[in-house]
């Protein structure tokens, strides 16, 4: 069974920066989009950003700008920077594999990785 594990997540203040990692537990990614996804509290989860096998990328409007997803397939690794952080990105993350761009994860959630930014 394919294990995520997500990484990288703190307290930012507003305005700051974060790089957000995952790795899966074995060759797994490069046969998806791989997509990040954010929960806050009381709210459902987002998607966030998402990346083909090939790289084209695409991202909820809210991050357009300031978030870059990219991904390592040799080493089964997706990333997530985000820049200019705001109290409305606090939340906790998740990435997870989908065969569409916004599409629901395909695989068991991992823990997450939790964001919170301080105005």
């Known amino acids: 069974q394919v294990q995520l594990a997500e990484s990288g997540g703190g307290l930012v203040q507003s305005g700051g920066s974060l790089r957000l990692s995952c790795a899966a537990s074995?060759?797994?990614?490069?046969?998806?989009?791989m997509g990040w996804y954010r929960q806050a509290p009381g709210k459902q989860r987002e998607w966030v950003a998402g990346?083909?096998?090939?790289?084209?990328?695409n991202y909820v409007d809210s991050v357009k700008g300031r978030f870059t997803i990219s991904r390592d397939n040799s080493n089964d690794a997706v990333y997530l920077e985000m820049n200019n952080l705001n109290p409305e990105d606090t939340a906790h993350y998740y990435c997870?594999?989908?065969?569409?761009?916004?599409?629901?994860?395909?695989?068991?959630w991992g823990q997450g990785t939790q964001v919170t930014v301080s105005s």
């Open positions: 074995r060759n797994f990614f490069r046969r998806y989009i």
């Open positions: 990346i083909t096998s090939s790289g084209s990328t």
């Open positions: 997870n594999a989908a065969v569409s761009f916004g599409g629901a994860g395909i695989i068991s």
